[in-house]
């Protein structure tokens, strides 16, 4: 099946910098994407949203870009803080055009971010 | 905290018993998910409701498993004969068919753990 997918595992930045994570997602008909944050033994939590229609959406010190072209989307993270530790998934609505039904989100694995004092 | 809970949080258990887990989700939510997630991996869909209506059941989804929501509010998911390959944490999210359908709230999940 068709799968959303980041492009590293873990990813290093020290504390202040701007942190960049990516996604590669592979079903054209996704029109929705969505980013979430996890921290260890909970479940996921909202970060920000895009639809297709737009290129870039902004949120408290976090943007989320789309590039539909070569079906990427990025998430940065200003001014890192210790408490952005966690993996972040990124998620797009594309079952629901490939499976018939609304078969939720597809997530990808997941990229760890860990903040260097 | 997102307004979904799950109970329990953690369960552990012996191969071939049956677990039950509940989800209440956000309470104006009429869409109900459940995910499946193992260490190292994103969430895996699983089933979904809306209302009390169970309108979609992944291929995952093996016919020991059975999720239930009958009056459109709590859900629970059972697991029978469980097998240490069911080890995972299940995952409760919800969503607003009036608002963004696919911005998934979710709960704590509760982590299972056959042995």
């Known amino acids: 099946g068709e799968s959303v997918g980041l492009h590293l595992p873990t990813l290093s930045v020290q504390e202040g910098d701007n942190s960049i994570i990516n996604c590669a997602y592979s079903n054209s008909a996704s029109d929705y994407f969505i980013w979430y944050k996890q921290e260890s033994g909970k479940g996921p939590q909202f970060i920000i949203d895009i639809r297709s229609n737009m290129d870039k959406r902004q949120g408290q010190r976090v943007t989320v870009l789309l590039n539909k072209t070569v079906k990427h989307l990025s998430l940065q993270i200003a001014a890192t803080q210790p408490g952005d530790s966690a993996v972040y998934f990124c998620a797009d609505n594309g079952a629901q055009y490939s499976g018939g039904g609304a078969d939720g989100l597809t997530f990808g694995k997941g990229t760890h971010l860990i903040i260097q004092p | ?115």
């Not at chain 2, 049956?18 to 193992?38: A, G, K, M």
């Not at chain 2, 709590?74 to 069911?86: K, V």
Request: with cysteine.
């Open chain 2, 1 to 115: 905290d997102t307004g979904v809970s799950q109970d329990p949080r953690h369960k552990i258990t012996k191969r071939g018993q049956n677990v039950t887990f509940r989800c209440d989700p956000i309470s104006e939510h009429n869409r109900l998910y459940w995910y499946r997630q193992t260490l190292g991996q994103g969430p895996e869909f699983l089933t979904y409701f809306q209302n009390e209506a169970q309108l979609e059941k992944s291929r995952l989804l093996s016919d020991r498993f059975s999720a239930e929501r009958p009056k459109g509010s709590f859900s629970t998911l059972e697991i029978q004969r469980t097998e240490q390959g069911d080890s995972a944490m299940y995952l409760c999210a919800s969503s607003s068919t009036g608002g963004a359908l696919e911005k998934l709230f979710f709960g704590s999940g509760t982590q299972l753990s056959v042995l």
